[in-house]
């Protein structure tokens, strides 16, 4: 049973930070790839982040050196620390999981962050507003 439940929205001055928590299913989690998208109202979905199994990780030219993802395997939680935030981050936030977009040299590669309809299974969404 796919299950992801996003935590740690909310509303926020510029240059502040916030950080979001996904618990997922053991299922979900043993995904090949995990990460976070959003979607500001009006626009399209825009990938923000991913992580694989071993940890390495990509992101969005648009939040590099503000945000972090990270995960917790104990735990089965994902996380996306997002530092000096700004009026154009405000979008409402998914936790997404997702097979490898392909394989080479037997090292998995993601996709979440730069093409976020490939996401197999997410969240509701944690809401997250950004004022100037």
């Known amino acids: 049973q796919v299950h992801l439940v996003e935590s740690g929205g909310g509303s926020v001055q510029s240059g502040e930070s916030l950080k979001l928590s996904c618990v997922a299913s053991?299922?979900?989690?043993?995904?090949?790839?995990m990460g976070w998208f959003r979607q500001a109202p009006g626009k399209e979905l825009e990938g923000v982040a991913d992580?694989?199994?071993?940890?390495?990780?990509s992101y969005a030219d648009p939040v590099k050196g503000r945000f972090t993802i990270s995960r917790d395997d104990a735990q089965r939680t994902l996380y996306l620390q997002m530092n000096n935030l700004k009026p154009e981050d405000t979008a409402m936030y998914y936790c997404?999981?997702?097979?490898?977009?392909?394989?080479?040299?037997?090292?998995?590669?993601?996709?979440?962050?730069?093409?976020?309809?490939?996401?197999?299974?997410w969240g509701q969404g944690a809401l997250v507003t950004v004022s100037s």
């Open positions: 992580i694989d199994r071993d940890g390495s990780t």
């Open positions: 997404a999981a997702a097979r490898a977009a392909f394989v080479f040299a037997e090292k998995e590669y993601c996709s979440i962050s730069w093409r976020p309809n490939d996401s197999a299974a």
């Open positions: 053991e299922d979900t989690y043993s995904s090949a790839c």
